[in-house]
């Protein structure tokens, strides 16, 4: 079974939708991450989270936002999608200030 | 700010061919630098990572140097395969006291053909 899973991998949604990304981990790690990833623009963090009590905004939190129900599990919520959140999201997990171990994506798509 | 600059692609290469694929990097502080590699419809691996000056990082025959005084750290391979064709990142990393927050480049397509 993968390290790092995210549901779901696929999602089209309409715009003004409230929509939830799930990101879980068994790697015991204590840092979550979230990302988006757009054609030439490499990823940029959203939020992230060094522990369950620790969120905090990354380069473009704007629109969106976190919760951190367990030290495994760290979603991303749309309040209101919009088509320009239409991307690809990663999550991503790290122990201390080691590298970041990344979930396989979800694709979501904003009409 | 932190930043990473990596060169644009698509790369497209003969297999066998020799890669080079460049990565220059500005940081306040002295950071690690990692490049990741993402395969078709996957995530984000870890390919190799150098966390000091002059450091090498090499996995699977891919070899990147640290080089501070040039704030480089490009990527080679002597001789690639088909199936190295994918998109790579060069990332940094630079410990503050909240903790580390990666910073990617745009990265780079890799298309390798027979």
């Known amino acids: 079974d993968a390290d790092v899973t995210q549901t779901p991998r696929n999602r089209i949604t309409k715009t003004g939708k409230r929509i939830m990304l799930e990101c879980s981990q068994t790697k015991g790690h204590d840092r979550m991450y979230w990302y988006r990833q757009d054609p030439g623009l490499g990823l940029r963090l959203i939020y992230y989270s060094f522990d369950v009590k620790d969120i905090n905004k990354g380069e473009i939190s704007d629109g969106y936002s976190v919760s951190r129900q367990a030290q495994a599990k760290f979603s991303l919520s749309l309040e209101s999608a919009i088509p320009n959140q239409t991307a690809l999201y990663f999550c991503?997990?790290?122990?201390?200030?080691?590298?970041?171990?990344f979930g396989p994506g979800t694709r979501l798509t904003v009409t | 700010g932190n930043s990473v600059t990596q060169m644009e692609g698509p790369v497209t290469l003969s297999e066998e061919a020799f890669l080079t694929i460049n990565c220059t990097y500005t940081?306040?502080?002295?950071?690690?630098l990692f490049w990741y590699v993402q395969y078709p419809g996957e995530g984000l691996q870890l390919l190799l990572k150098?966390?000091?000056?002059?450091d090498k990082g090499s996995n699977k025959g891919f070899e990147a140097t640290y080089r501070k005084e040039t704030t480089s750290f490009h990527l080679e391979k002597g001789s690639v395969q088909v199936s190295d064709s994918a998109v790579y990142f060069c990332?940094?990393?630079?410990?503050?006291?909240?903790?580390?927050?990666?910073?990617f480049g745009t990265g780079t397509q890799l298309k390798v053909e027979l």
């Open positions: 150098a966390t000091k000056a002059d």
């Open positions: 990332a940094l990393s630079v410990f503050t006291g909240g903790g580390n927050k990666l910073t």
């Open positions: 940081a306040t502080g002295y950071p690690s």
């Open positions: 991503a997990t790290s122990q201390g200030v080691s590298e970041q171990y």
